[in-house]
């Protein structure tokens, strides 16, 4: 009986899909549910909830250090995004390019920082952007005259810090996303362009671009939820998460600081829910306004 229910046609489609919503309710939405219902209570380890209402809501509305880290996340977004879709697309066509010699070692090269450890990373970028004159980045300024740079003292010089680590360890990845949208795009189009007399800048803007554009909003999306989620990054920068005057602090190491360091877990989740809302407007806009909502005319 049991055999002849789990082999019938009409079961066996959610007999396979099962694992997936079994993983999908207990590993995001019963956490959802959790944070949501702990952003409304003062939590404590060891000690018993209190319901407060929107008091956690209320007290981020006031919170200085909150809305800094809500501006270094949102900045350090834009930046990378103007960063880690133009040039990793143009690496890819590059690449792509008939007449590139050592594809496969460039398209290696590229990757292989992705495959390091971040806290590997975090540290070395960190020796190498130290304040002493002997350090990489200031050795290298000083051949050129110029004087040593407490990059990892000033807002400014801390982003830089922050995106030559992203723009090395994320490059190669959004390249081969690319490099993948560029496999599906027929060489027909090209030859016709080129018959047409189409230049190879007009061919990359009217052609390469234009069917780019699935693979650019899926780049686009993972990268905005990448740039406000970072926190391991800037936590190896900076030894630590209490960079001077909170220049390196993101939402998440916020919410690490309350959660964790401080133990007022009620707050955190309150963080969370909010960086969660931000992600989905930010994401969810950005989805409209490309188009992937509207319905294909027939």
Not at 262 to 277: P, S
């Amino acid at each position: 009986m049991i055999k002849r229910f789990l082999y019938s046609q009409k079961v066996a489609p959610y007999v396979f899909v099962l694992p997936f919503i079994a993983v999908f309710l207990i590993f995001w939405v019963y956490p959802l549910a959790s944070s949501f219902s702990m952003s409304f209570q003062k939590l404590t380890l060891g000690q018993e909830a209190a319901w407060v209402g929107f008091d956690n809501y209320s007290k981020l509305i006031t919170d200085g250090v909150f809305f800094k880290a809500v501006t270094n996340s949102v900045i350090y977004m834009v930046l990378t995004l103007l960063i880690l879709i133009p040039f990793p697309m143009l690496f890819a066509v590059l690449i792509n390019s008939k007449f590139m010699w050592g594809r496969e070692f460039f398209k290696s090269s590229f990757f292989f920082p992705a495959l390091t450890s971040v806290v590997v990373a975090g540290t070395i970028f960190r020796l190498m952007f130290g304040e002493m004159d002997t350090s990489l980045i200031n050795s290298v300024l000083g051949f050129f005259g110029l004087d040593p740079v407490k990059f990892l003292k000033g807002q400014v010089t801390g982003y830089i810090a922050l995106l030559v680590l992203a723009t090395w360890r994320w490059t190669g990845v959004n390249m081969l996303y690319f490099l993948s949208g560029l496999k599906n795009i027929q060489d027909d189009y090209y030859e016709a362009a080129a018959i047409d007399g189409a230049s190879k800048v007009q061919q990359f803007t009217k052609i390469t671009m234009p069917l780019l554009k699935p693979t650019t909003i899926y780049v686009l999306t993972i990268s905005i939820y990448a740039g406000l989620a970072m926190f391991i990054e800037s936590m190896m920068l900076w030894n630590g998460n209490n960079s001077p005057k909170n220049i390196g602090l993101t939402i998440v190491g916020y919410l690490y600081r309350q959660g964790i360091e401080k133990n007022n877990l009620g707050y955190a989740a309150a963080v969370g829910i909010v960086l969660l809302a931000v992600t989905m407007i930010i994401n969810l806009t950005q989805l409209a306004f490309s188009g992937l909502f509207k319905k294909e005319e027939n």
